[in-house]
């Protein structure tokens, strides 16, 4: 079957190839500045091949800190152009203070101004090249839905708001009723059952069934959907969808079948990666204390100014399997905080002190708790612990909530990096679906990839 699909690239392709093109570009545009120009601190060679894994070592992970891969960011001008200018200082920074794998500093210093300067443009012209083309309408995945009318609006919005390389064209209602009361008024409802023709008017690039509806299709659809898997047609499930675009798993579409959507990761029972997880909370556990003690002095007089009470702050909270454990932290409310009883706490929380406030928008409150991993009740990265009274509330309302008593809270984790702060009960869905994916999908990679981000949220100072 021909169609009229138009390219597009996954979101995985996405952040690979700009990975690639910004350690391309920037070596390209070296390479030309010092054939054109006066310019030998930096020279492209067999012998030098380590100054180039050293540059782009460091463009990758500062690229990462500082967001110039998150696909929603990489596609806003200003956004992009001020995350270039952190990322390259960083970079050229870092390049300059490790001598033994990178030049020499040149005696003319203006050298260091025009790397600083060739790497900014490269970057930039290239992610103004990636905006104005492969960020474009061109380029958008064209997404046609199989489902109930009922639910084809929420699906929509979570892909959309999700990925702005989405486009829903349209769907087939495979309900019953036949009722269009899709609240969405820009989707389009196909009235034919020809899939293959709406694939072709509409170059359709991918179909996305709704979960759990297998039994719902009729037989012309399933004949239809068949002839199009065996032509190599892609068709996903939106749970699938759900998650390569949310970076969540779709707790509200799970239903009797729930053991399909918890394949957990292997790497919760691979003893290798747990020793290797356990040496990295207790490395980073003693460097944790280390900062804290040398913060200490200057968070007492901050406290004794502007907390006036206990420097400490002990509560308790739920770890693995369900058991208590006392949680430390610096205290960043006023005395008495929950004189009334547990309450929600929120972004902008009346309860915070002003000296509290910075403590956690630097997360210098939570340093206490490596004493805590060190203790073996958390981890470094896993869900954040909530406070009994919160947990037995919420395993009633929400399904699948003990799943993340699993594994030990941690410290930092994937929800905290990805989502908002947990205010609601509705907060809390979103932070157990973040959670339920890092389960599912634990690794070293995802393990350094939910560091780096924390680093980012340290240095843009966006604690709560």
């Known amino acids: 079957m021909k169609t009229n699909s138009k390219i597009h690239f996954e979101i995985s392709e996405r952040k690979v190839l700009l990975r690639i093109f910004d350690v391309f570009s920037v070596l390209l545009l070296l390479y030309l500045v010092g054939i054109l120009f006066d310019f030998d601190y930096f020279s492209i060679s067999a012998e030098r091949w380590e100054w180039l894994i050293i540059l782009a070592l460091y ?9 110039m891969y998150d696909l929603q960011k990489a596609s806003k001008a200003e956004i992009v152009f001020k995350n270039i200018i952190l990322t390259v200082s960083l970079t050229v920074l870092f390049y300059l203070l490790t001598p033994f794998y990178t030049p020499t500093l040149p005696n003319n210093r203006l050298q260091i101004v025009y790397f600083f300067v060739a790497i900014v443009v ?7 090249a990636y905006i104005t ?6 380029f958008y995945k064209r997404i046609l839905l199989l489902g109930n009318a009922s639910n084809i609006g929420i699906m929509t919005d979570a892909i959309e708001k999700s990925d702005p390389n989405y486009k829903v064209v349209g769907y087939i209602d495979t309900g019953k009723e036949n009722i269009n009361n899709c609240t969405y008024e820009d989707i389009q409802k196909f009235t034919t059952l020809d899939i293959k023709k709406i694939i072709k008017e509409h170059s359709v690039s991918e179909i996305v069934v709704a979960t759990g509806i ?3 299709v009729s037989v012309p659809i399933y004949n239809e959907l068949l002839d199009l898997l065996e032509r190599g047609f892609p068709i996903k499930e939106y749970e699938q969808v759900y998650e390569e675009l949310t970076f969540r798993v779709p707790v509200h579409h799970v239903d009797k079948d ?9 790497s919760n029972q691979n003893k290798l990666y747990l020793l290797f997880h ?22 007492m007089i901050g406290n004794l100014i502007g907390n006036r009470g206990a420097l400490f702050y002990f509560q308790e909270r739920v770890g693995k399997h369900g058991n208590t454990f006392f949680i430390i932290k610096f205290r960043s409310m006023v005395k008495n905080a929950e004189k009334d009883g547990a309450v929600w706490a ?18 210098i409150d939570e340093i206490p708790q490596f004493i805590n991993i060190l203790k073996g009740d958390m981890s470094v990265i896993g869900p954040r612990p909530e406070r009994p009274v919160f947990v037995k509330e919420l395993s009633k309302e929400i399904p699948f909530y003990e799943i993340r008593h699993i594994i030990k809270p941690g410290l930092t984790g994937w929800a905290q990096v990805k989502g908002n702060y947990a205010a609601s009960k509705e907060d809390a869905l979103e932070k157990l679906q973040y959670d339920l994916f890092y389960i599912k999908k634990r690794s070293l990679f995802l ?6 981000k924390t680093l980012s949220t340290v240095i843009f100072y966006r604690g709560y």
Do not use: C, H, M
Not at 133 to 138: E, K
Not at 281 to 291: E, F, H, K, R
Not at 346 to 363: A, Y
């Open 59 to 67: 463009i990758t992970i500062f690229g990462t800190i500082f967001e």
């Open 447 to 452: 393990d350094l990839n939910i560091l780096l």
């Open 278 to 299: 356990q040496a990295t909370n207790i490395i980073l556990s003693v460097l944790g204390i280390a900062i804290g003690i040398a913060l200490l002095p200057f968070i």
């Open 133 to 138: 083309f492969i960020s474009s309408p061109r």
């Open 214 to 216: 297998s039994k719902k």
């Open 346 to 363: 929120s972004k902008e929380d009346g309860r915070v002190t002003k000296f509290g406030r910075i403590l956690r928008k630097t997360r």
């Open 258 to 266: 729930f053991y399909r959507y918890f394949p957990f990761s292997r």
């Open 122 to 128: 490269a970057l930039f012209l290239w992610r103004l």
